[in-house]
């Protein structure tokens, strides 16, 4: 197993308890220069460059910040994306990176669609795909850490179960000869993005041919992925594979051709003899046993999480003098809801190593969350436990509270937990994108969206 590490930096471990992970000033790492952030993050997280070299970073389109998110989210078309969404030279919006890192809202996005279209049914495509990044968030929330395991029986049995534990070799090289899966996953690795279908269709090839783990390929996309989120990625995965979903994604050529205007087939050496050749029955009957009877006798329920961070008295929140700021990987920006309420209290970040080791970040995504942290003034960035972290930097700050945006990530919550023993820990909602309050089973998107999609297509009061 690849170890994380990182270069040692001069720390100030002002109320670091003894015996745990020093605290590490990592506040040198953030500049505005790109060239000069590579060559820094490299440094200090050498095990980041894997399947990516520093001049393949320099040509990186993508810049992480709300400038350019705000300039991709001008240039968004709701109209466009509905007629176009599917086509892998289509009108998507690519703000993804920057949802993900909460550098623009949901909320933000869908009102900005709103305001673009005549009729709120013109945009009702892109709010409704947003929707799914709000779902996959509540799903999240709920399951915590049992998102990582099948959430569902298969929906369909393989004829020949392999399970294969790792990424075969040909696959990482971009050397299966099929002209279309190593064209995406060539653009994987250098530029961390990829059009939802061709996410699908690299996922679908990885477990239904290949025979892959899921959980392997979707760690595969979370190392390179710069809107790298483990909800959308993991339980879109689980959505492919069956395991989440009414039934599996099968990828044939046909699909591919339709959506690409046949630029892979074309040039492909194994043209009409590729393991997708076929109509979905036939691709079915191939890949997959008769069906058995019904496997799953009931539906999926899956109850809602409770609002987090629990709220606290109204008299510990009014003791507080200036609050810490938390910011976290869906928090990245000086516009995010607690940096944007608190704007003279210190921010503060922490590269987790425990993150680190999980999701094994690539270089191109800590170059994005780096930008991301440039573009907030005055942030601070430590690497260590968050709890300790953030427990540190309260003292040394004097802040007898810490404000975070809430997140379902299960790291963040449970350092929560433990923090909220020794400083009251309080949240700053997001704008509000959906009205949740009869939501009551997060089983199925459509069950979830035919109770929230009415709210959603209403622009923030």
């Known amino acids: 197993m690849r170890r994380w590490c990182c270069q040692p930096?001069?720390?100030?471990?002002?109320g670091n308890p003894k015996g745990r992970l020093p605290l590490l000033d990592l506040s040198?790492?953030?500049?505005?220069?790109?060239?000069?952030?590579?060559?820094?993050?490299?440094?200090?997280f050498p095990q980041a460059q894997h399947l990516q070299s520093a001049e393949t970073l320099?040509?990186?389109?993508?810049?992480?910040?709300?400038?350019?998110?705000l300039e991709r989210l001008a240039e968004m078309d709701p109209v466009a994306y509905s007629r176009t969404r599917n086509h892998v030279g289509g009108a998507v919006t690519g703000l993804s990176p920057w949802i993900r890192h909460g550098v623009v809202s949901l909320a933000e996005v869908r009102d900005r669609a709103l305001a673009r279209v005549r009729a709120p049914e013109e945009a009702a495509k892109l709010v409704s795909e947003l929707?799914?990044?709000?779902?996959?968030?509540?799903?999240?929330?709920?399951?915590?850490?049992?998102?990582?395991?099948?959430?569902?029986?298969?929906?369909?049995?393989?004829?020949?179960?392999?399970?294969?534990?790792c990424l075969p070799a040909d696959v990482l090289d971009a050397a299966t000869g099929m002209h279309c899966i190593d064209?995406?996953?060539?653009?994987?690795?250098?530029t961390g993005w990829l059009h939802n279908h061709e996410r699908m269709w690299l996922a679908s090839w990885l477990v239904h041919v290949r025979g892959v783990r899921w959980q392997v390929g979707a760690d595969w996309f979370l190392e390179h992925l710069l809107d790298g989120d483990p909800a959308s990625n993991h339980l879109s995965w689980q959505w492919v594979a069956g395991t989440f979903s009414a039934k599996p994604y099968i990828f044939n050529r046909e699909n591919l051709e339709s959506y690409t205007s046949g630029v892979h087939c074309g040039p492909c050496p194994l043209l009409g003899g590729c393991d997708v050749e076929g109509d979905y029955e036939r691709l079915a009957a191939r890949l997959f046993l008769p069906a058995a009877g019904d496997e799953r006798s009931t539906p999926l329920r899956i109850?809602?999480?409770?609002?987090?961070?629990?709220?606290?008295?109204?008299?510990?929140?009014?003791?507080?003098?200036?609050?810490?700021?938390?910011?976290?990987?869906?928090?990245?920006?000086?516009?995010?809801?607690?940096?944007?309420?608190?704007?003279?209290?210190?921010?503060?970040?922490?590269?987790?190593?425990?993150?680190?080791e999980t999701e094994r970040p690539t270089l191109k995504r800590l170059l994005f969350i780096f930008e991301c942290l440039a573009d907030i003034p005055d942030v601070e960035v430590w690497q260590g436990t968050p709890r300790d972290v953030i427990a540190a930097r309260a003292q040394a700050h004097g802040c007898r509270q810490v404000v975070v945006a809430p997140t379902p990530c299960p790291r963040i919550r449970r350092a929560a937990e433990a923090l909220s023993t020794e400083l009251p820990i309080v949240a700053?909602?997001?704008?509000?994108?959906?009205?949740?309050?009869?939501?009551?089973?997060?089983?199925?998107?459509s069950r979830y969206w035919s109770q929230v999609s009415a709210s959603a297509l209403q622009p923030t009061a």
């Not at 700053?428 to 998107?445: I, K, Y």
């Open 28 to 44: 040198g790492l953030i500049s505005g220069d790109r060239d000069r952030s590579i060559d820094a993050l490299a440094a200090a």
């Open 9 to 14: 930096l001069p720390a100030d471990n002002v």
């Open 303 to 356: 109850r809602p999480a409770a609002a987090w961070p629990p709220p606290i008295g109204s008299g510990v929140a009014a003791a507080a003098v200036r609050p810490l700021v938390w910011l976290t990987l869906d928090s990245l920006s000086a516009a995010s809801p607690a940096a944007a309420a608190h704007p003279e209290s210190p921010r503060v970040f922490v590269v987790d190593p425990a993150w680190l």
């Open 183 to 190: 064209a995406f996953v060539r653009r994987l690795h250098d």
């Open 131 to 165: 929707g799914w990044r709000d779902y996959w968030q509540q799903v999240h929330a709920a399951l915590g850490d049992g998102i990582h395991a099948d959430i569902e029986r298969p929906a369909a049995l393989p004829r020949t179960p392999k399970q294969i534990e």
């Open 58 to 69: 320099r040509r990186l389109s993508v810049q992480g910040g709300r400038q350019p998110a």
């Open 428 to 445: 700053c909602e997001w704008p509000r994108f959906c009205d949740r309050s009869r939501v009551r089973d997060l089983g199925r998107f």
